[in-house]
């Protein structure tokens, strides 16, 4: 069994999802983790959420430590922490989860926009996550420039039209949430932080 496998199976086991797996060329694992999400049924309260918490953290880290030994994986420390504000979009729940949210999105191939100003060759976008129907999604934004703080913003300037641009999960090379945080030093919603792990010492790392 490959390595990877190992880590995913001991996170799911813990009853918790394997969000992103990353191994540096300086010999750092890290491992993040988060709670499965469910999602809402219609006419039903919405399932609390679950946080990652340094224990949740602690006890995945204590696994890992014995069965990446066992796998003879060499590595020379293992992070183990919950998703930040940029925190990847990789299977269509993740989608599903955060639709309505301000994403990154880059595309494996240039796709075109017909009717707008996007230019041919652009591959990578910032908008509002959208489902169109079946397996389309769309990234919805404006080119307007962002307000300086405490800049007033007339009521009677025309509004920027704002643009789209649909795809499919095939589509895309990578996604995240954008990591937006207000003036009042706000972290976006749905993308709360969380402490990683040292596995060096048991501490929580910066």
């Known amino acids: 069994m490959a390595w990877q496998e190992t880590v995913?199976?001991?996170?799911?086991?813990?009853?918790l999802d394997l969000v992103e797996l990353e191994r540096s060329a300086g010999g750092l694992l890290r491992v993040t983790i988060d709670y499965p999400?469910?999602?809402p049924e219609e006419g039903r309260p919405a399932p609390v959420e679950r946080f990652v918490t340094v224990e949740d953290c602690e006890k995945v880290t204590r696994q890992l430590h014995y069965l990446l030994e066992v796998e003879g994986l060499e590595y020379r420390r293992l992070e183990v922490g919950s998703p930040g504000i940029d925190r990847p979009l990789k299977r269509e729940i993740d989608y599903v989860r955060f639709e309505g949210h301000v994403v990154d999105l880059t595309l494996k191939a240039p796709i075109g926009v017909t009717g707008t100003d996007v230019a041919?060759?652009?591959?990578k976008f910032r908008g509002t996550l959208e489902r169109v129907d079946g397996a389309q999604w769309q990234v919805v934004?404006?080119?307007a420039p962002e307000p300086r703080p405490g800049q007033r913003v007339s009521k009677k300037r025309a509004p920027v039209?704002?643009?789209a641009m649909q795809f499919s999960l095939d589509d895309?090379?990578?996604?995240r949430l954008a990591p937006i945080v207000d003036f009042k030093g706000r972290r976006s919603p749905g993308a709360a932080l969380a402490p990683q792990t040292d596995a060096n010492d048991g501490t929580q790392a910066s």
């Open 8 to 15: 995913e199976q001991t996170v799911t086991g813990l009853g």
């Open 161 to 163: 039209p704002m643009q």
């Open 172 to 175: 895309v090379q990578q996604a």
């Open 141 to 143: 934004w404006s080119d």
């Open 37 to 39: 999400w469910e999602q």
């Open 120 to 123: 041919a060759n652009r591959k």
